[in-house]
């Protein structure tokens, strides 16, 4: 299986903060990576899809790079609606497998 | 729109069953590819299971054998049958529509296994 490794685990910021999340894959997955945001007791979101394309309806504010093994999510100035839980996902093979989560917190 | 409306969750003991629905509107079912991910209390999201337009299905191992994905095309309603449950299945279930990333979820239906 490949496993994905998030860091921070969790992080704190504030309004307007440039904030990026690191995943990487134990194996290389090209650019099949997803990326998620979930607020609690809510469904998570798809924020992006294919490491870099912006799922419809997303804010600009966030972008995903990356290719291989290593992916970076970035928020480009954090709102206050984006404090939330934010997780990666390979998409690559059977069985999909998610990081564990990085919180993001308001300092 | 999409939606996707689980429901069948509630409180079992553990070797008991459950089949947990989810009624999708605004898509064909069985034109999509639909999936299950759980999430247990406090804890990341676990996929669970995938059934393919073409009917193919995959499982995580921690679910293989004890849980099966079906779907009714009728209905346009998307199933887990879930035996022999154990303990550490107790989570939040969640059907979600998309081949490999998810771009449409459900609210979740909650499973506690526990005698």
């Known amino acids: 299986d490949i496993q994905m490794t998030q860091s921070p685990s969790s992080v704190s910021a504030s309004v307007g903060d440039r904030v990026t999340i690191t995943c990487r894959a134990s194996q290389g997955i090209n650019i099949w990576l997803a990326w998620y945001q979930q607020k609690p007791g809510k469904a998570p979101k798809l924020l992006i899809f294919g490491a870099s394309s912006l799922q419809s309806g997303v804010p600009s504010r966030f972008s995903g790079s990356g290719s291989g093994t290593d992916f970076i999510l970035t928020i480009s100035s954090l709102q206050p609606e984006d404090f939330a839980t934010y997780y990666c996902q390979q998409t690559n093979s059977f069985p999909y497998t998610f990081g564990q989560g990085t919180r993001l917190e308001t300092k | 729109e999409v939606q996707l409306v689980e429901s069948g969750g509630g409180l079992v003991q553990p070797g008991g069953s459950l089949r947990l629905s989810c009624a999708a509107s605004g898509i064909t079912v069985s034109n999509n590819y639909m999936n299950w991910v759980r999430q247990a209390p406090g804890k990341g999201l676990e996929w669970v299971s995938t059934?393919?337009?073409?009917?193919?299905?995959y499982y995580a191992d921690s679910v293989k054998g004890r849980f099966t994905i079906s779907r009714d095309n009728s209905k346009d309603t998307l199933y887990l049958q879930m035996n022999s449950l154990r303990a550490d299945d107790t989570a939040v279930y969640y059907c979600?529509?998309?081949?490999?990333?998810?771009?449409?979820w459900g609210q979740g239906t909650r499973v506690t296994v526990s005698s």
């Open positions: 979600a529509r998309g081949v490999g990333d998810f771009q449409d």
């Open positions: 059934i393919y337009s073409d009917g193919n299905t």
